[in-house]
């Protein structure tokens, strides 16, 4: 059974090894397909379940964020990508938040300091760059520009931020502008400048005056962890959703996205077509009760089975299967 391993840690060097093809959620290099987006090719495996499908539906004919709360591995920013890909919707605009993020960091950043630098460097100051070239919008700001459709912004783990983030953005949430200081005092002498955005496309936006308004509201998507509680004026503007544990008919459909039908399409579609893996993941709903465990746990158990690297009995399951909210002790 260790014939499938390439490193084999007997300080033998050699070269005679290939990697085989990757999971189907973890694309590289000449795996992608170039007319798919790493959004596009996330968001086409994941099963929407219908009170999540007529949520994004509300949150779009409302113009309100959704705050999806759920266990880490449930899928929550997956949904984001499943939308955008469905709606063709082009790139999710991602904001990851931590305790140090503030609400400039989603909206631009302007580096004053690198302009300044440039500035004292320049025989002639008037040869410098543009204000311009040192702005840069950020993935809040990039989803307020003008658009004939909503972008999708991603606000991933907001339970994370300081406890000021959700209040400040109560008003672009409500208003759907804001201004770039830096350019509003420059409108009269520079009324448009184009400035870069958030995309990686590397792409850029005229901006008038200084001001950001949205013409069509984005679909903005926050996920929590459910770590922290948040202020009543924030939840009364958002639209919330509890994303739920799959239970095993809907965590069949799941392997069947990643896996291949063969493995999971039955009948009755409750069961996977090996009673081994099946067992599995019976096993691994089981120790959901008293474990925090990932869908992508599963995922990886089941590809290194039914590519033919382990059994089912491999002490290498349990590894895979570790439980998330606690380190695991030496036996």
């Not at 984001?80 to 938040?97: F, H, Q």
């Not at 994370?160 to 209040?167: G, H, T, V």
């Not at 893996?277 to 089981?286: A, E, Q, R, S, Y």
């Amino acid at each position: 059974m260790n014939d499938w391993q390439i490193f084999t840690g007997n300080s033998e060097p050699h070269d005679d090894w290939e990697l085989p093809p990757s999971p189907k959620w973890r694309p590289f290099g000449e795996e992608i397909n170039p007319n798919q987006s790493r959004s596009q090719i996330r968001g086409e495996t994941f099963q929407p379940r219908e009170e999540e499908i007529k949520m994004v539906n509300a949150a779009l004919y409302l113009r309100r964020p959704l705050l999806i709360t759920g266990k880490p591995g449930t899928g929550k920013s997956s949904l984001a990508y499943a939308v955008a890909r469905e709606l063709k919707l082009g790139e999710v605009l991602y904001w990851s938040i931590t305790s140090r993020t503030v609400l400039k960091d989603g909206l631009y950043n302007y580096d004053a300091i690198a302009r300044l630098q440039e500035v004292k460097q320049q025989q002639n100051p008037s040869k410098a760059s543009s204000i311009e070239d040192y702005i840069t919008l950020g993935p809040l700001g990039t989803a307020l520009l003008p658009s004939p459709k909503p972008r999708i912004l991603l606000i991933d783990e907001i339970d994370k931020s300081d406890i000021d983030l959700p209040n400040d953005l109560l008003n672009i949430f409500e208003e759907g502008r804001f201004e770039i200081e830096e350019l509003v005092r420059l409108k009269k002498e520079i009324p448009i400048v184009n400035v870069r955005t958030a995309d990686t496309a590397d792409t850029s936006s005229e901006i008038r005056e200084g001001r950001v308004i949205c013409t069509t509201f984005p679909l903005v998507i926050l996920t929590s962890n459910g770590e922290r509680d948040f202020p009543p004026p924030f939840l009364r503007r958002c639209l919330r959703l509890t994303m739920k544990e799959p239970d095993k008919t809907h965590l069949v459909k799941i392997i069947a996205a990643h896996l291949g039908k063969e493995i999971a399409d039955t009948e009755d579609a409750t069961k996977l077509t090996n009673e081994a893996l099946d067992t599995l993941v019976d096993n691994f709903i089981k120790e959901r009760d008293t474990k925090t465990l990932a869908n992508d746990q599963l995922l990886n158990a089941l590809f290194m089975v039914t590519k033919g690297r382990i059994d089912t009995k491999d002490g290498l399951i349990k590894q895979l299967l570790q439980d998330l909210g606690q380190v695991e002790e030496d036996e």
